[in-house]
C-alpha cells in the first residue's frame, strides 16, 4: 500500500461507528473531521495491516497545523474510491516513542 492510494480515496471519506465515538471521547480531546482531513493530507504510514479484513488497512501518523499528533486507522477501497476510516486517536505517550511511529518495547 501507498500514501497515493489514500490520497486518491480521501474524497470518498467514510467513518466507522467505532471512529466516531472514537472522535467524540478521545480522552485528550474530541477530535474534528477538519483534524484527521489536515492528517491525512500531511501524515504518512507507519504500519501496514495486510491481512485485515473486510480490506487491508494501515496505521497513519500526522500532526495538525496546531501540531496535534494523530493515529489514524483506515482502509482504502480503490474499486470503490472510498476511504474508510477504522479509528482515530492522539497518541498515548505511555504506549508511543517521542516521534509517535513506534510502540514502546514492553
Request: proline letters at 8%; hydrophobic letters at 30%; glycine letters at 8%.
Amino acid at each position: 500500500m501507498n500514501y497515493d492510494t489514500i490520497r486518491q480515496c480521501v474524497q470518498g471519506c467514510r467513518f466507522t461507528d467505532h471512529a466516531r465515538r472514537e472522535m467524540e471521547t478521545e480522552p485528550l480531546g474530541r477530535i474534528s473531521i477538519d483534524e484527521i482531513l489536515e492528517v491525512l493530507d500531511s501524515g504518512g504510514i507507519i504500519e501496514e495491516y495486510p491481512d485485515d479484513g473486510p480490506y487491508p488497512s494501515c496505521l497513519i501518523f500526522g500532526c495538525t497545523q496546531e501540531g496535534r499528533p494523530l493515529h489514524v486507522v483506515c482502509a482504502p477501497v480503490m474499486d470503490e474510491g472510498r476511504l474508510i476510516i477504522i479509528t482515530v486517536y492522539q497518541p498515548d505517550p505511555a504506549r508511543w516513542e517521542a516521534d509517535w511511529r513506534r510502540r514502546k518495547q514492553r
